[in-house]
């Protein structure tokens, strides 16, 4: 997609896996801010360790505890950044067409790893007045304070991934944010989608599932049958991909083609 974006653009960049091992990863960073890149993505297993071996923190990675986008600045120092909060937030109102529609309410955000901190974030900044986590971690204490980075007052709660007996029935959102149902995934799909009590879900509550292949899970499928407006993980990836993009460039891909490139 990105290469798409820079022909489209008419840029000479390139866009490339570089294989990186936890030994290398300095050498990583120190090739971008010795601009020998022009900017870099970070992906697991390296999105939190990163943070140490960067020169500045955004709000956005700090508050989430990983970085996926690294930003040599105009003084050559390097800058860590979390794209995938601000994507999911702007994939949440383009479901609903209306950004005010969360606030106030609940939202359901299904796993308490990276994804989910970035959910709650974006939650956070989307001004809903709670957010029920649902999930296996066993201490959920540090979740919190994503919500509150977020500059968001609300209310945190967690409760055990486990089917519930009800659910509010003020949801905005849902966020499945693990990898059930991904391909090649060990968990399956269902296993999320069955923790929600869709009978107490609004109609007007948006579903989103990070997971984008297959491109409809469980939870997607379960979403449309209660006649909920719904999404996979796609856009999230597009949007997060932009957004880096132009951090790195300062120049704003086109969304339409980097979407297209992906099938």
Same mark, same amino acid.
């Given at each position: 997609?990105? %290469? ?28 971008? $801010? ?14 939190? $360790? ?21 930003? $040599?600045?105009?003084? %050559?120092?390097? =800058? ?8 999911? $937030? ?10 005010? /529609?969360? =606030? ?98 609004? +109609? ?21 049958? /209660?006649?909920?407006?719904?999404? %996979? ?9 932009? +957004? ?10 086109? +969304?339409?083609?980097? =979407?297209?490139? +992906?099938?």
């Amino acid at each position: 997609m990105h %290469g798409a974006a820079f022909r489209a653009l008419g840029l000479p960049h390139t866009y490339d896996k570089i294989e990186t091992s936890a030994g290398e990863l300095g050498d990583r960073v120190g090739a971008l $801010r010795a601009g020998e890149l022009a900017g870099l993505n970070v992906t697991v297993p390296h999105k939190t $360790r990163v943070l140490e071996l960067v020169d500045a923190v955004d709000p956005s990675a700090d508050a989430t505890g990983a970085a996926n986008t690294l930003v $040599r600045t105009a003084a %050559g120092s390097v =800058r860590a950044f979390n794209t995938d909060a601000p994507a999911l $937030r702007d994939e949440l109102v383009a479901l609903t067409k209306d950004a005010g /529609r969360f =606030r106030g309410r609940s939202a359901l955000v299904l796993g308490t790893g990276g994804a989910a901190r970035a959910a709650i974030f974006a939650l956070g900044q989307l001004g809903v007045a709670r957010v029920v986590v649902r999930g296996r971690r066993k201490d959920p204490a540090d979740l919190a304070s994503v919500l509150a980075a977020s500059g968001s007052n609300a209310e945190l709660a967690f409760e055990p991934f486990g089917a519930p007996p009800s659910d509010p029935s003020d949801y905005a959102a849902i966020v499945q944010a693990t990898t059930a149902g991904m391909h090649g995934a060990e968990t399956p799909g269902d296993v999320v989608a069955d923790v929600v009590a869709w009978d107490r879900v609004p +109609l007007d509550c948006v579903v989103y599932d990070v997971v984008y292949a297959p491109p409809r899970t469980p939870l997607l499928l379960r979403a449309a049958a /209660r006649g909920l407006a719904n999404d %996979g993980g796609l856009g999230m990836l597009v949007r997060q991909g932009a +957004l880096a993009f132009e951090l790195w460039l300062g120049v704003k891909p086109p +969304l339409d083609v980097m =979407r297209a490139a +992906l099938g």
